[in-house]
């Protein structure tokens, strides 16, 4: 069993930024990657960035050059989000895979095993 659990949302204006963190509790030796992703308003859930284990990742072209994924050594993972626009308002969640990104679509959300809450996250303009 993995728990996962997102903190660091909130409301910014746009321009702003926002540091989401995700705490994994459980055992990490099966996880080779951790996707965020966000259900914005009218919207199916997408993925936003993932993280594997060698620190490889990958970029929604949405939030290329905007957001930053990253991951410390005691299980936790971040999100740090810049320039942020109201486009960018929804629920973010962070999720496991078992698989890394040789192995299909890493922003398909089927394939993650364990999701966390979400974090609401609201751009004003």
């Known amino acids: 069993q993995v728990d996962l659990v997102e903190s660091g949302g909130g409301s910014v204006q746009a321009g702003g930024s926002l540091k989401l963190s995700c705490a994994v509790i459980?055992?990490?030796?099966?996880?080779?990657?951790i996707g965020w992703f966000r259900q914005t308003p009218g919207k199916e859930r997408e993925g936003v960035a993932a993280?594997?284990?060698?620190?490889?990742t990958r970029y929604a072209d949405s939030v290329k050059g905007r957001f930053t994924i990253s991951k410390d050594n005691a299980n936790g993972f971040y999100l740090e989000m810049n320039n942020l626009n109201p486009e960018d308002t929804g629920v973010y969640y962070c999720?496991?895979?078992?698989?890394?990104?040789?192995?299909?679509?890493?922003?398909?959300?089927?394939?993650?095993?364990?999701w966390g809450q979400g974090t609401q996250v609201t751009i004003s303009s």
């Open positions: 999720a496991t895979r078992w698989f890394g990104f040789d192995r299909g679509d890493w922003s398909a959300e089927y394939h993650y095993a364990y």
């Open positions: 459980g055992k990490m030796y099966h996880i080779y990657l």
């Open positions: 993280i594997d284990n060698g620190g490889i």
